[in-house]
């Protein structure tokens, strides 16, 4: 486990809302709340940590970008998120401005 997290320490990452764009477009963005650790998500998807996952999603905690996310950010283009691939999935993480 802790090789799996320093694998993905290395690709913890920050991108501009234009980047992830792509990425909603294919429906591959999932939010994470703000109460949660970027990587302790990566860990428990890469992991197959199933009943920690789906609490979260039940907690939502971590879910798909609402419409009024997505319309709040496609009006700031310059909107960063910490962001972390855990193929298929892009997670991201609103950063505070």
């Known amino acids: 486990m802790a090789d799996l997290r320093a694998e993905l320490t290395e690709i913890l990452d920050e991108a501009e809302w234009d ?3 792509p990425h909603v477009q294919r429906d591959a963005v999932i939010v994470v709340a703000q109460d949660l650790e970027l990587l302790d998500v990566g860990v428990a ?3 197959d940590q199933v009943s920690s996952v789906q609490q979260w999603i ?3 905690l971590m879910a798909k970008p609402s419409e009024t996310q997505l319309g709040n950010w496609n009006s700031d283009r310059t909107k960063r ?4 691939i855990i193929q298929p999935y ?8």
């Open 58 to 60: 039940d907690q939502q």
């Open 81 to 84: 998120f910490q962001t972390l």
């Open 90 to 97: 892009v997670l991201v993480k609103e950063m505070a401005a």
């Open 45 to 47: 998807i890469a992991s």
């Open 19 to 21: 980047w992830l764009i």
